[in-house]
Nanobody, 123 residues
Framework: QVQLVESGGGLVQAGDSLRLSCLAS????????MGWFRQVLGKEREFVAA????????RYGDSVKGRFTISRDNAKNTVYLQMNSLKPEDTAVYYC????????????????WGQGTQVTVSS
């Protein structure tokens, strides 16, 4: 079992930056694909970014490409999401997820999920 705990969310203004962290416990995540998703109340959970075990292969959702960067530190069992140039439409609960496979954009591909951290961007 893998437990995931997100942190770093908060209230910021448009144009600001935030860095989210996801700390894993229970076992090493060095061979897991890690992903970030976000969800607005009443809407489907949306893919944000994913990173393969090596840290080299990454992918991003179209709405965050060029503004967000996913990274990982396997020694710390932690994944990060650097969010720059934040917009009000980035407001959501952000979830960290782990996949024992190659990962992807679908929520069904991920095996473990955190509880989420709220990000609110004011205009």
């Amino acid at each position: 079992q893998v437990q995931l705990v997100e942190s770093g969310g908060g209230l910021v203004q448009a144009g600001d930056s935030l860095r989210l962290s996801c700390l894993a416990s229970g076992r090493t995540i060095s061979d897991y694909t890690m992903g970030w998703f976000r969800q607005v109340l009443g809407k489907e959970r949306e893919f944000v970014a994913a990173i393969r075990w090596s840290g080299i292969n990454t992918r991003y959702g179209d709405s965050v490409k060029g503004r967000f960067t996913i990274s990982r530190d396997n020694a710390k069992n932690t994944v990060y999401l650097q969010m720059n140039s934040l917009k009000p439409e980035d407001t959501a609960v952000y979830y960290c997820a782990a996949d024992r496979g190659i990962g992807g954009r679908g929520i069904q591909e991920y095996d473990y999920w955190g509880q989420g951290t709220q990000v609110t961007v004011s205009s």
